[in-house]
C-alpha cells in the first residue's frame, strides 16, 4: 500500500489547512488510520486517530482546533486544522498500519 499526503503549505496565524491521505488501496475494512506530526527539532507524535466506525482520537495538540474524517469512496483520510498556531508548524504524515505518507510541510507564521 502507498501513501500520498496533500494539503500543507503556508498559513497566518488563526488561519485553516485540510490535509488529504489517499490510499493506494480500499480502506474500508481498515481498523484504523492516523495523522501524525514532526516539529522541528522534536520526535513524531500522533495528531489524530479515526477508525473503522468513525469513531476518533485526538492527542491534546488537535483537541478543538483538528478534525479528522474519513471517505472510504475515496480511500481518503482528512485532518481539518483551524485556528492555526506557530507551534503548530511541522511536518504532517498519514499512517495506515505499518505504512507512511511522505508528509506534507505546514508551516504557520506571520
Known amino acids: 500500500v502507498q501513501l500520498q499526503a496533500s494539503g500543507g503549505g503556508f498559513v497566518q496565524p488563526g488561519g485553516s489547512l485540510r490535509l488529504s491521505c489517499v490510499a493506494s488501496e480500499n480502506i474500508l475494512s481498515v481498523n484504523s488510520m492516523s495523522w501524525y506530526r514532526q516539529r522541528p527539532g522534536s520526535s513524531r507524535e500522533l495528531v489524530a486517530t479515526?477508525?473503522?466506525?468513525?469513531?476518533?482520537y485526538y492527542e491534546d495538540v488537535g483537541k478543538g482546533r483538528f478534525t479528522i474524517s474519513r471517505d472510504n469512496d475515496k480511500n481518503t483520510i482528512y485532518l481539518q486544522m483551524d485556528n492555526l498556531k506557530p507551534e503548530d508548524t511541522a511536518v504532517y504524515y498519514c499512517r495506515m498500519r505499518n505504512t507512511w505518507g511522505q508528509g506534507t510541510l505546514v508551516t504557520v507564521s506571520s
Open positions: 479515526i477508525y473503522s466506525d468513525r469513531k476518533t
